[in-house]
């Protein structure tokens, strides 16, 4: 390698190695030896080619774009076989989905991403990779080489313990969305040079030399816009000035004749950049493309109530119980010096949480499966029932939080500063709760939320601050789903509804709690026409301490 790492290179070390470690993926990033094609250009990696960006720490991103970015590579091992590597998940929503998806086989491959200064050499229409530094190694459902899969997914079980607020982390300079098949390049070479066609654009004619009247030496540029720019340097396949090329013009057009697919392709590809066919005439051999890697999901749920209460694993629907506190008095008074102190009381009790089952199946037929490229129907339906089981975990929490029988706080529809003060009342009073105020949690319906947004003064100015960093635009990190008022922030939480039956809910916590498995999926093919695909997995939920719930009505009314 021509290059010497940096301090932030990652040592190398077999990444099948069995070992405790959590939250990690594994598996092969690029595999050598073996051509992949991309946009109609074909690629060949090799060993000792592909390194870390200088200065970066290389990441895991997911389908190639910063906004996936879930984790950081840990493990580096450069085989002849290929690069594989070993990516810790950072214990966030992103790192959390990375998990699922990749355990689930909805993203099951594994692609590099170049950064800028990448340089390739062109031989018999293959790029060889000659200097590659890196940046990101993006999970993708649909990888450019086929061997470039991941091995291995190792985590207990879906935690889902989200962190809404983010840290700031390193900004790439590399394009925010770049495709897999970012191996388009572009440089300035030495000697006469003339455009080379990339995908969608009219064929250039190659140029001749100021100083001979045939054809130029034999180098030419490629040129692609929009991509991190890298050299390549390419041999034409016939010379016309006396010296010997690769190939003989004559010969590959008598070979083509006779039936010689790759001497008619090197023959034709020739041709149709030396005498520049037009887009026009060539719309049959230049097919608008599929990228079944940039298919668009349904959109990914937040879950702000399972990120707001205390949280558990489950593995199956047997009870069990939670102790709890009853009651206690005259545990602690002042002594009278030589009287022995009076016992004092206590009493505890316990609850019994029963968990229930959640499960889902959708049959596909079979002549979807066999026709449903890459990624395959069946990675993507199992993403939207993952969406769905979110769902219906997220609806049960709001279940649980709506049976509590304590009195409701009524805002009566309050606006503007009355409801600050309403609110602002409720707050102060909690300080005076015996043992002081433990209700740091407040998720809010859609009848209040809007209304605290809204809020002003006389002037017209807003009376409460959006949680998270303002641009110039006005636009928010948080998105709008978080409200302060005082020390006290208000999260959004789309599951409890937006109607006038609505609440919100202030609470402690530590005394609500959900539980839930890891979703488990089960295919079935027990018949010819199609395959039955399901979901399965075990929920629960309790409130452990009724007046540790109040429940808050925006409304006055509940029809």
């Given at each position: 390698m021509s290059e010497t790492m940096d301090a932030t290179a990652i040592?190398?070390?077999?990444?099948?190695?069995?070992?405790?470690?959590?939250?990690?993926?594994r598996g092969m990033a690029v595999p050598y030896g073996v051509v992949g094609v991309k946009?109609?250009?074909?690629?060949?990696?090799?060993?000792?080619?592909?390194?870390?960006?200088?200065?970066?720490?290389?990441?895991?991103?997911?389908?190639?774009?910063?906004?996936?970015a879930y984790g950081v590579v840990t493990e580096w091992d450069d085989t002849d076989a290929g690069l594989m590597v070993a990516v810790k998940a950072a214990p966030t929503p992103e790192g959390d989905r990375a998990l699922q998806q990749a355990d689930s086989g909805v993203w099951d491959g594994m692609s590099i991403g170049p950064s800028e200064?990448?340089?390739?050499?062109?031989?018999?229409?293959?790029?060889?990779s000659v200097e590659i530094p890196i940046h990101e190694i993006s999970l993708t459902p649909a990888p450019v080489f086929g061997g470039a899969r991941v091995s291995s997914v190792t985590f207990d079980t879906i935690t889902e313990e989200h962190d809404m607020t983010t840290s700031a982390t390193e900004a790439p300079t590399?394009?925010?969305n770049m495709a897999e098949g970012a191996y388009q390049v572009s440089g300035v070479l030495t000697g006469e040079v003339s455009a080379v066609p990339t995908e969608g654009e009219p064929a250039a004619a190659l140029s001749q030399s100021s100083s001979d009247a045939g054809f130029s030496h034999p180098v030419r540029?490629?040129?692609?816009?929009?991509?991190?720019?890298?050299?390549?340097?390419e041999e034409l396949p016939y010379r016309f000035d006396g010296v010997a090329g690769p190939h003989s013009l004559v010969e590959d057009m008598r070979s083509a004749q006779q039936g010689d697919a790759t001497a008619r392709q090197r023959f034709e590809t020739f041709v149709a950049e030396a005498f520049a066919v037009t887009t026009t005439n060539?719309?049959?051999?230049?097919?608008?493309?599929?990228?079944?890697?940039?298919?668009?999901?349904?959109?990914?749920?937040?879950?702000?109530?399972?990120?707001?209460?205390?949280?558990?694993t489950i593995e199956d629907r047997t009870p069990f119980t939670v102790p709890k506190f009853s009651s206690a008095s005259s545990l602690v008074g002042a002594h009278v010096e030589g009287t022995e102190p009076t016992p004092g009381a206590f009493a505890a009790t316990s609850q019994t949480v029963t968990p229930t089952a959640l499960s889902g199946k959708i049959e596909i037929n079979r002549e979807v499966l066999d026709q449903g490229g890459s990624p395959q129907a069946d990675g993507i339906i199992w993403g939207e029932m993952l969406n769905a089981w979110f769902e219906a975990r997220e609806a049960r929490i709001a279940t649980v939080l709506n049976a509590v029988g304590t009195a409701e706080l009524n805002l009566a529809g309050a606006v503007d500063a009355a409801l600050v003060d309403a609110l602002t009342a409720y707050f102060a009073g909690l300080q005076f709760v015996r043992g002081g105020n433990r209700f740091t949690r407040f998720v809010s319906d859609g009848q209040l939320f809007p209304a605290l947004v809204g809020a002003k003064d006389t002037a017209g100015r807003?009376?409460?601050?959006?949680?998270?960093?303002?641009?110039?635009?006005?636009?928010?990190?948080?998105?709008?789903?978080?409200?302060?008022?005082?020390?006290?922030?208000?999260?959004?939480?789309?599951?409890?509804?937006?109607?006038?039956?609505?609440?919100?809910?202030?609470?402690?916590?530590?005394?609500?709690?959900?539980?839930?498995?890891?979703?488990?999926?089960?295919?079935?093919e027990y018949q010819v026409k199609s395959v039955d695909m399901a979901i399965w997995g075990y929920a629960a939920g309790a409130v452990l301490r009724d007046s540790d719930v109040k429940p808050i009505d925006y409304t006055t009314s509940d029809s």
């Open positions: 040592p190398g070390g077999s990444v099948f190695s069995v070992d405790m470690e959590k939250r990690t993926i946009a109609g250009k074909r690629f060949q990696f090799s060993k000792d080619t592909v390194h870390p960006r200088e200065g970066m720490k290389v990441k895991g991103w997911a389908l190639h774009d910063q906004a996936h200064g990448a340089k390739y050499v062109l031989r018999d229409g293959v790029y060889h590399e394009p925010t540029q490629i040129v692609s816009a929009g991509h991190s720019p890298a050299q390549v340097t060539t719309g049959s051999l230049n097919p608008t493309p599929s990228r079944p890697e940039l298919y668009v999901p349904n959109l990914q749920y937040s879950t702000p109530l399972w990120d707001s209460v205390s949280n558990g807003p009376l409460l601050p959006i949680v998270g960093p303002m641009n110039s635009q006005g636009s928010t990190e948080g998105g709008f789903d978080r409200v302060q008022l005082g020390n006290q922030t208000i999260q959004a939480a789309w599951a409890l509804g937006a109607t006038t039956a609505s609440k919100s809910f202030s609470f402690v916590p530590s005394s609500v709690w959900a539980w839930a498995s890891a979703p488990k999926k089960f295919t079935f």
